[in-house]
C-alpha cells in the first residue's frame, strides 16, 4: 500500500498526463494555418503562362491611355493585381481586374487590402472571353497576339474614345495610335474608333454653301472613300478618326479646298470645314439605306 506521500506525486503525473493527451487532442483537431499562395513566374494558366508586367511599364501603359480619376479601368487577365492597384492607388481611378486563376483573385484582393485600395481595386474571377467589360473606357491587356485578335471585335464594339492598351503584343493589321516602352518592355495603344463607312451628305454652311456626297470606306481609324459635288466627282482625302474625333478633306478645285473636324455622335457628324474663305459649320447625316 502507498502512503500519501508516495500517492501524491503518483496522482500528480497522472493528472499531467491526462491533461497533455487531452491538449494533444485538441491540437490535432485545430486546422493547421494555411500557406498563403505564392505564385511563380512562368506558370500554367487557362490560355497563356503567368508573367508579371514590369511596375514602370505599368504605371507608363497607364500613362499612355491618359488615365485620370473619373475613368473606369478593366485589366483582362490581371494576375497578381499590379495594373489595378496601380490604376486605383496612382491615378485615383475604380479598376477592376479580371482573373481566371481563383488563388490569384484573392492574391490580389490581399494585396489591394495591403495598398489601401479595395474601395476601388476590385478583382472578379473569370472567363475574359464570357466576361461583360463594356463599361471600361481604359482597357489594359497583356495576352498572346491570338488572344488579342480573338478580343478585337468585342474592342471595336466598345464606346468610341475607349483606350486599349496591350503589352508586348499587337492587334494584327489594327494598327496601333501609339507606340512607347519602359523598362525594355513595349506598349501599344488603340483608341476605338466610332463606325462611319457608308454614305453621306455633308452640308456646309458660309459663302458659297455646299452639299457634298461622300462614301466613307472605314478600316479601323483610316477613311478612304469618294465625294461628289453635284454632277462632279471631287477629291476625298486625309481621312482619319480618333475616337468620336474625325477629320478628313475634300477639294471641289485647286482654288477650294476645305479640311473638315468633326465629332460623330452616331449617324451625324457636326464640325468645322476649314477654307481659304475661312471657317464654316458642316453637319453630316447618314444615308438612311446605310444605316443598319
Do not use: C
Not at 101 to 115: F, H, S, T, Y
Request: glycine share 10%; hydrophobic share 40%.
Amino acid at each position: 500500500m502507498l502512503s500519501k506521500w508516495r500517492a501524491a506525486p503518483v496522482f500528480a503525473a497522472a493528472f499531467l498526463t491526462s491533461a497533455l493527451a487531452v491538449s494533444g487532442a485538441f491540437a490535432a483537431q485545430a486546422p493547421a494555418p494555411s500557406k498563403e499562395y505564392t505564385p511563380s513566374v512562368g506558370q500554367e494558366g487557362k490560355d497563356v503562362i503567368w508573367v508579371p508586367t514590369p511596375q514602370a511599364l505599368v504605371e507608363r501603359m497607364l500613362q499612355m491611355a491618359g488615365t485620370k480619376p473619373t475613368d473606369y479601368v478593366v485589366d483582362l487577365g490581371s494576375g497578381d493585381g499590379r495594373t489595378v492597384i496601380t490604376a486605383a492607388k496612382k491615378f485615383g481611378t475604380r479598376a477592376l481586374g479580371v482573373e481566371f486563376n481563383a488563388d490569384m483573385v484573392e492574391l490580389a484582393k490581399r494585396n489591394a487590402e495591403k495598398e489601401g485600395v479595395s474601395d476601388k481595386a476590385q478583382f472578379i474571377q473569370g472567363d475574359i472571353f464570357q466576361t461583360d467589360f463594356s463599361k471600361a473606357n481604359v482597357l489594359t491587356l497583356y495576352l498572346l497576339p491570338s488572344l488579342n485578335v480573338k478580343l478585337r471585335p468585342t474592342i471595336l464594339n466598345m464606346r468610341p474614345g475607349t483606350r486599349v492598351v496591350s503589352h508586348a503584343f499587337t492587334m494584327d493589321d489594327w494598327e496601333a495610335d501609339q507606340v512607347d516602352s519602359a523598362d525594355g518592355r513595349t506598349a501599344y495603344m488603340w483608341i476605338v474608333p466610332a463606325k462611319v463607312g457608308g454614305a453621306w451628305k455633308i452640308d456646309v454652311s458660309g459663302s458659297p454653301a455646299r452639299t457634298y456626297e461622300a462614301t466613307f470606306i472605314q478600316q479601323y481609324q483610316k477613311i478612304g472613300g469618294s465625294a461628289r459635288a453635284g454632277d462632279r466627282s471631287v477629291p476625298f482625302s486625309n481621312g482619319k478618326l480618333k475616337g468620336e474625333q474625325i477629320t478628313f478633306t475634300i477639294a471641289d478645285d485647286a482654288n477650294t479646298r476645305r479640311d473638315f473636324t468633326g465629332r460623330v455622335v452616331g449617324n451625324r457628324i457636326e464640325g468645322t470645314a476649314k477654307g481659304a474663305g475661312g471657317d464654316s459649320k458642316f453637319v453630316a447625316t447618314k444615308a438612311p439605306e446605310a444605316t443598319k
